[in-house]
């Protein structure tokens, strides 16, 4: 064993408080994904926004809906309990194939020479393809074995750097599991183990979309339990196939397809061209549930009545929508909010987030979708701006703005006392800017509501008198441009109690 390498790899790690996460310009990442439909069109999402996060690793890994199998005919049940009710014993399962993302990526690479002008940081088409490795697909929850993908996941938390590296799980868990076991299996029990653990603690953060499999429930929520979790286990529904369901009457336009037809899918380039939409005659190889395509099975019992063109699903989103910086500062504070929902920590399991709740204007209740939902038509005309960029020159799209708070954004405040919060925007197209101030209630530790009065950049803030010490209030202000289609960027101030 060469202890100089260990002795440097410990050198490199540090070791922030449980739960503790880094602000990072751009996040180093790692998608594993199992490859169904949803998968495919949070892909294209994906690399829209690629230039947002340092991809690190594209693995093809399975899960409780797809694996390959082994091709001897070995059979499995699964571990899960709705799985192992609707497919029982299976040889193989839905599995799309090994190809589809450089087919994808492929696809990015036309539209690239547009797209790399519009944003600084998109990777040259062949850096990706590059990072594109298949991990542990035989079966559903299979970590037995090492693989290309386990292998890469593996020397990535153990490269030195120690950066948060944040290991996305759009399918199962299992090859970011054959991953981390593997590194078990070298360390445990040498006098390096204990500093090993703890530094691979530190630098990963799994974000997990539901279980997908046992893995995480069986190895590495007790064999790994310092390894901080974001744990989405229905909060992503409001961009899943059940939306109708979840997204209020009046904002599901922005998932229909008189818009996704519209701003994304047509006219836009191969990439766009490739996302999945209800009733657009297309059939993914190797998925035979997928139906959604054919426009005679529109109407669904499951999940509602549907039209040509509009959304399916993008279930994964959420795990990289957490990356992307629009200003809310919520990679380092999950609990604070963000496009890609919130989550705060668990009460039973430490160092594990879990679905927020918010409440619902719309409905007058509160559900944990709603903090997701509530950014929708900011995030459907970004979409729609990203969309643009595959086709437009610079000039003829439309570009974010960037806004920032006039002083400090993290104030400390005595009851009773007034303040004025300037926020000052501006727009790289020279568009008009409409500022909007609101509290974000579900975030604040104070129960009440401050009195504010607004006046278009500016906020008057009454703090009010029973403000205790340490109690947080929190403001945004989102600034919207006036473009042909208007993109919103964010800044929020934290008011604490002295």
Known sequence: MNYLYIACLLLAFTFPLRG????????????????????????????LYANEMQIEGLVYSSSMWHYKGDGQGTTMTSAMDMTRELYGQRSELRWPGEQWMQELIAAYGEVYPVLSTHADGYPAPDSLLALVKVGNITFEGEMEEDTEGSDFIRDLLL?????????????GTNTIARALKSIEDRYAGTPAWPEVYRGVCAKAVLYLIMDQDATYRDYIAGTWAD??????????????????????????????????RTHVVEAHGPLTAAYYSYGDGKQQAGDPEHIHGDSTRLDSAQWGSFRPYDFISE???????????????????????????RLVRSDSVAGRWEDAVDYNSYSGRSDRQYALVRWLPALQRDLAARADWCVYSYEAA?????????????????????????ATATDPDGDALYYHWWQYGEVDTYP?????????????????????SGQTIHFIVSVTDGGAVPLTRYTRVVLTGA
């Open 227 to 260: 390894i901080p979790v974001l744990y989405n286990t229905g909060q992503f529904g409001a961009l899943a196939y059940n939306w109708k369901k979840v997204v209020p009457e009046e904002l599901r336009h922005w998932l229909e397809g008189s818009f996704m």
């Open 20 to 47: 503790q996460f880094a602000a990072q310009e751009r996040p180093r990442t790692v998608i594993t994904t199992d490859g169904e439909i949803d998968d495919v069109d949070s892909f294209v999402r994906l690399l």
């Open 448 to 468: 009440g509501e401050a009195m504010i009065i607004l006046d278009g950049p500016e906020l008057r803030v009454d703090v009010p008198r029973d403000l205790e």
């Open 398 to 422: 439309n570009h974010p703005p960037s806004v920032r708070i006039d002083g400090e954004d993290r104030l400390t405040v005595t009851p009773g006392e007034k303040l004025v919060l300037r």
């Open 159 to 171: 490269d030195g750097d120690s950066t948060q590296l944040y290991l996305q799980a759009w399918g």
């Open 315 to 341: 279930g994964d989103s959420p795990a990289f929508l957490h990356l992307v910086d629009v200003g809310l500062d919520q990679l380092a504070h999950p609990d604070w909010g963000g496009w890609g929902g």
